[in-house]
Nanobody
Framework: QVQPVESGGGSVQAGGSLRLSCAAS????????WGWFRQAPGKEREFVAA????????YYADSVKGRFTISRDDTENTVNLQMNSLKPEDTAAYYC???????????????WGQGTQVTVSS
């Protein structure tokens, strides 16, 4: 069993960058596929990015494609989300999740972190 733990959230002005990290406590990364999701106040949780168990395939929501990059660091046992050219609409709580197969659907993931807040001001 793995426990994802997110870090790296914060406040930034529009156009800025943040890097989120998700530490995989309890198991190595390669046992799972990993996803990042976000939820803004009053809105449903939405898919942001995902990476498969080998790290060889990545997937992105259209809204973040070209701005966000998901990656793995096997030496640190972390999954990272580099967020560039941030927009106010990126403001949300960001969650890291682990599951048996890569998916854009949140119910396909079994293990979730507590979330980290990202706030982008205009």
């Amino acid at each position: 069993q793995v426990q994802p733990v997110e870090s790296g959230g914060g406040s930034v002005q529009a156009g800025g960058s943040l890097r989120l990290s998700c530490a995989a406590s309890g198991r190595t990364l390669s046992f799972y596929a990993w996803g990042w999701f976000r939820q803004a106040p009053g809105k449903e949780r939405e898919f942001v990015a995902a990476i498969n168990w080998s790290g060889g395939s990545t997937y992105y929501a259209d809204s973040v494609k070209g701005r966000f990059t998901i990656s793995r660091d096997d030496t640190e046992n972390t999954v990272n989300l580099q967020m560039n050219s941030l927009k106010p609409e990126d403001t949300a709580a960001y969650y890291c999740a682990a599951g048996g197969g890569v998916s854009r659907l949140d119910h396909e993931y079994d293990y979730w972190g507590q979330g980290t807040q990202v706030t982008v001001s205009s």
